[in-house]
């Protein structure tokens, strides 16, 4: 939603972080994510397809960097088209 009304993508995570966010709860930066996210993809067991965060851990995910020249908007759209 908040994607679609064009909104920029610190303004985005700020709105998510002000509404889920713990109350004195730690932001981790973009390399501290990727960091977590790939410890929960090492989680899944073989032949399974979720794995999980420690528990009181949440991942926002951010834009992707621009791709041969397009931004993520383009490229997503031209991956589904």
């Given at each position: 939603?908040?994607?679609?009304?064009?909104?920029?993508?610190p303004e985005?995570?700020?709105?998510?972080?002000?509404h889920?966010?713990?109350?004195g709860?730690?932001?981790?930066?973009c390399?501290?994510?990727?960091?977590?996210a790939?410890?929960m993809?090492?989680?899944?067991?073989?032949?399974?397809?979720?794995?999980?965060?420690?528990s009181?851990?949440a991942?926002?995910?951010?834009?992707?960097?621009?791709w041969?020249?397009f931004s993520?908007r383009?490229?997503m759209?031209q991956?589904s088209?």
């Amino acid at each position: 939603m908040l994607v679609s009304r064009n909104l920029r993508w610190p303004e985005i995570e700020q709105q998510i972080l002000d509404h889920y966010a713990l109350p004195g709860g730690r932001v981790y930066t973009c390399d501290e994510t990727t960091v977590l996210a790939n410890q929960m993809l090492r989680t899944i067991p073989s032949g399974e397809y979720r794995g999980y965060l420690e528990s009181g851990k949440a991942i926002l995910f951010h834009a992707s960097p621009p791709w041969n020249g397009f931004s993520e908007r383009v490229h997503m759209w031209q991956l589904s088209g």
